[in-house]
T-cell receptor
């Protein structure tokens, strides 16, 4: 299995530009998560989906952020317009329900720098 | 807000020594997990302990859970240089939502 695949791995963009991060979860997983990691705030859960449906988006910072999952094998996280404080590593992760516990599999992250 | 808080924030030991990291959390949980993150990489699952378990082993890893104190510890025995990484605890409060702590940065000196 290829694992969770994220693109781009690195992106540098100017303030005000639109940023789209992409994710392909592990085949067969029915949960998909978007996390953001910064030195100041650690690892924050932004949103997660179950069977392509958003379940909890309470971690999405503001209206500039949006996430979609049009099918079981693809999700996007979009920032429009981007700001320097959005600079962070964005992780996509996936899992499947297994008993009383779920192991989350992370991608390698998308390193975003907004200048 | 963070549910788990790791202690210490950073730990530096000599190769071969044991490393112990602690995690405290605030609310009741279904399970607690530990993950490792190597520099510049994604997190990797290490071990899961359920709320009705007190201790679990996996290779050189030993995890304990004390639900009365809302705390957990991760012990890595006979540390190796390759164990250098950040270690995170994560708690599940239901559904599939995992909340991570701030992590402990472990450095193993050769």
């Amino acid at each position: 299995d290829a694992g969770v695949i994220q693109s781009p791995r690195h992106e540098v963009t100017e303030m005000g530009q639109e940023v789209t991060l992409r994710c392909k979860p592990i085949s067969g997983h029915d949960y998909l998560f978007w996390y953001r990691q910064t030195m100041m705030r650690g690892l924050e859960l932004l949103i997660y989906f179950n069977n392509n449906v958003p379940i909890d988006d309470s971690g999405m910072p503001e209206d500039r952020f949006s996430a979609k999952m049009p099918n079981a094998s693809f999700s996007t996280l979009k920032i429009q317009p981007s700001e320097p404080r959005d600079s962070a590593v964005y992780f996509c992760a996936s899992s499947f329900l297994q008993g009383s516990g779920n192991t989350i599999y992370f991608g390698e992250g998308s390193w975003l720098t907004v200048v | 807000s963070q549910q788990g808080e790791e202690d210490p924030q950073a730990l530096s030991i000599q190769e071969g020594e044991n490393a112990t990291m602690n995690c405290s959390y605030k609310t009741s949980i279904n399970n607690l997990q530990w993950y490792r993150q190597n520099s510049g990489r994604g997190l990797v699952h290490l071990i899961l302990i359920r709320s009705n378990e007190r201790e679990k082993h996996s290779g050189r890893l030993r995890v304990t859970l004390d639900t009365s104190k809302k705390s957990s510890s991760l012990l890595i025995t006979a540390s190796r240089a390759a164990d250098t990484a950040s270690y995170f605890c994560a708690t599940s409060q239901g559904a599939q939502k995992l909340v991570f702590g701030q992590g402990t940065r472990l450095t193993i000196n050769p």
